[in-house]
């Protein structure tokens, strides 16, 4: 089973709107990473949360860390074009007394005039 | 400053034939990670180098995955021989934490493609 659940998995957002996408982590989370990728590039780093309760910002994208509930959520505030990609979560996760960063399976955004 | 580089940038093999990716990561950075990323799917960790040293490969299939990172700078995936379900993109990772995870610099990936 999938360690870093997403959702949704798609999302269709007309240009302006709110948007919110979550991870939830079957597993305690130790750091949680939401990074961007475009088709056919490599991952760009968004953010980085560590702590419960955590909310960081930059420009118009929002991230929480929900400890407790093992969760955080990503969130768009007046939707661009260039904010259409995929956007995938990423946590610190122990195996076996390595921390390991595992990815969910992302949510691709698609922002329409 | 110069970001991950990774070539070639796209692959096209026939299944039971080799290949090989090169990675060079950001100059200073101690920690190289391999990644494979199946389509529809997030990235999944093949292998962590640690300078030259292996930190993880425990999701590396050893019988046709290998992976070096001599003198603790660039390396090199290769998969000998490939398999229709090794079509994905592999991407190569660094950072410059020493001990755990934290902020990684993707390059572009190698796409390839097994037929």
């Known amino acids: 089973s999938q360690e870093l659940e997403q959702s949704p998995q798609s999302l269709i957002v007309q240009e302006g709107k709110n948007l919110t996408i979550n991870c939830t982590s079957s597993?305690?989370?130790?750091?949680l990473y939401w990074y961007k990728q475009k088709y056919g590039e490599g991952l760009i780093f968004l953010m980085m949360?560590?702590?419960?309760?955590e909310e960081k910002s930059h420009e118009k994208i929002t991230a929480k860390l929900d400890e407790k509930k093992q969760q955080s959520s990503l969130h768009i505030t007046a939707s661009q074009p260039s904010h259409a990609g995929i956007y995938l979560c990423?946590?610190?996760?122990?195996?076996?007394?390595?921390?390991?960063?595992?990815f969910g399976t992302g949510t691709r955004l698609t922002i329409i005039p | 400053e110069a970001g991950v580089a990774q070539s070639p940038r796209y692959k096209i093999i026939e299944k039971r034939q080799s290949v090989a990716f090169w990675c060079n990561p950001i100059?200073?950075?101690?920690?190289l990670y391999w990644y494979q990323q199946i389509l529809g799917q997030g990235p999944k960790l093949l292998i962590q180098?640690?300078?030259?040293?292996?930190?993880?490969d425990s999701q590396l299939p050893k019988d046709r995955f290998s992976a070096e990172r001599l003198k603790g700078v660039d390396s090199t995936l290769k998969i000998q021989p490939a398999k229709l379900e090794d079509s994905a993109v592999y991407l190569c990772?660094?950072?410059?934490?020493?001990?755990?995870?934290?902020?990684?610099?993707f390059g572009s990936g190698t796409q390839l493609s097994v037929l």
């Open positions: 990423g946590a610190d996760i122990q195996d076996f007394g390595n921390e390991k960063l595992t």
């Open positions: 949360l560590q702590k419960g309760g």
């Open positions: 990772a660094s950072s410059p934490k020493k001990y755990g995870n934290e902020k990684l610099f």
């Open positions: 180098f640690q300078n030259n040293g292996v930190v993880d």
């Open positions: 597993k305690t989370l130790y750091g």
């Open positions: 100059s200073g950075h101690a920690t």
